[in-house]
C-alpha cells in the first residue's frame, strides 16, 4: 500500500488563516497581549477572540489576564500541547510541497 499522503496529518484547528497565524506569532514562547495580535495579525477584535478562544478550548494557547495600570490586559501565549501540533502541521505542510513533486 502506497504511503497516505501527507494532507491526512493537517490539523484543522489551523484551517483558518486567523488561527494559523496566531500559532505562528506565538512561536518561540512568545506572550503578546491582545492589542498586540490584534495589529501583528491586522484582524478585528471580535474575529480575535474567536480564533483566541477555538485554540484555548483545543489546548493550544492559554490565556492569563492582569492590569496594566487600571487598564485590563489579555495576554496570550502557545501551550506545549499547541507548540508541538503547529510543528507536526508545518512538517505536514512542507511534506505536501515535497510530495507534489514525486511523479510516479
Do not use: C
Request: net charge neutral.
Amino acid at each position: 500500500m502506497a504511503e497516505k499522503h501527507p494532507r491526512l496529518r493537517l490539523d484543522d484547528n489551523f484551517a483558518s488563516p486567523i488561527r494559523f497565524s496566531l500559532m505562528a506569532a506565538l512561536l518561540d514562547g512568545n506572550e503578546l497581549d491582545f492589542g498586540t495580535l490584534s495589529d501583528i495579525l491586522q484582524v478585528g477584535d471580535s474575529a480575535l477572540s474567536k480564533s483566541i478562544s477555538h485554540l484555548n478550548v483545543a489546548g493550544y494557547v492559554a490565556t492569563r489576564r492582569g492590569d496594566v495600570g487600571s487598564r485590563p490586559r489579555t495576554w496570550v501565549r502557545s501551550t506545549a500541547k499547541g507548540e508541538r501540533a503547529f510543528a507536526a502541521h508545518l512538517q505536514a505542510l512542507q511534506e505536501i510541497v515535497e510530495f507534489g513533486g514525486q511523479r510516479g
